[in-house]
């Protein structure tokens, strides 16, 4: 187990996991939900280019495609490339990238899948590619991901840091604002996934601490106990 946890807290989910953040209009928690809107969503990647290299947006719903239901997620913006994932789209059209499980599950590992065009909610749409298990770490368990498509009314926000990171609050997130394209200021709380990442370990490392206590506590117990019956 301590070798376990030490291996997670070396490597992070993704490439230059500090200055990839969640961006959020809510206080960050343990299960995040898509809550920004499109529209917030547009006015954070023009009025923060200042902070932010790349932004991407996305939500997971369920929707029919051949095979049944799956867990689409509509995308905006380079996804994709900010997590430093290849997938073999390009920039033209929508298109659609699998899960490997989900090229297993639904599919049949059917190896002629690329640009094969699937009913996605009514749309026609080619598979540009599949991307290896466990590439994705990001909050909502998705199947498929759909690029270049309508977008979604609501979702996740994930950007790319262009200076070092702020001074962090003690739950290692913080504040941003910016210039809301219709006046005023929007907030958000920026949690880097490194911080992220880190939290479940944490939580480990401390029950693993508590439990020893408790161990060292009773059984000293027990042996004042044997010494008392001699």
């Known amino acids: ?4 946890a030490r291996a997670a807290l070396l490597n992070p989910p993704y490439p230059d996991a500090e200055s990839l953040v969640m961006v959020s209009a809510e206080a960050s928690s343990a299960m995040p939900r898509p809550v920004v809107s499109y529209a917030r969503y547009r006015s954070l990647a023009s009025g923060a280019q200042d902070r932010f290299r790349a932004v991407a ?36 059209g929508p298109q659609l990238i699998l899960s490997d499980a989900a090229w297993r599950k639904y599919f049949g590992r059917d190896r002629y899948i690329m640009g094969r065009a699937l009913d996605i909610g009514g749309q026609r749409v080619p598979v540009a590619g599949i991307i290896p298990a ?38 290692g997130t913080w504040s941003l604002s910016v210039t809301s394209d219709v006046g005023g200021f929007d907030s958000y709380v920026c949690e880097s996934f490194a911080t992220r990442a880190r939290l479940p370990m944490v939580f480990f490392l401390s029950a693993l601490f508590y439990t020893a206590v408790f161990v060292l506590a009773t059984t000293s117990l027990n042996l004042g106990l044997a010494k008392l019956r001699q």
């Open 134 to 171: 466990d590439s994705w770490r990001l909050p909502g368990h998705v199947d498929a991901w759909l690029l270049n498509g309508p977008p979604p009314p609501k979702g996740f926000v994930i950007a790319r840091f262009r200076t070092p990171l702020p001074r962090l609050h003690l739950d």
């Open 57 to 92: 947006f996305y939500e997971p719903s369920r929707v029919r495609v051949e095979n049944g239901k799956i867990l689409l997620a509509r995308v905006s913006g380079d996804l994709f490339g900010l997590l430093n994932i290849h997938t073999g789209a390009t920039a033209d």
């Open 1 to 4: 187990l301590l070798v376990g």
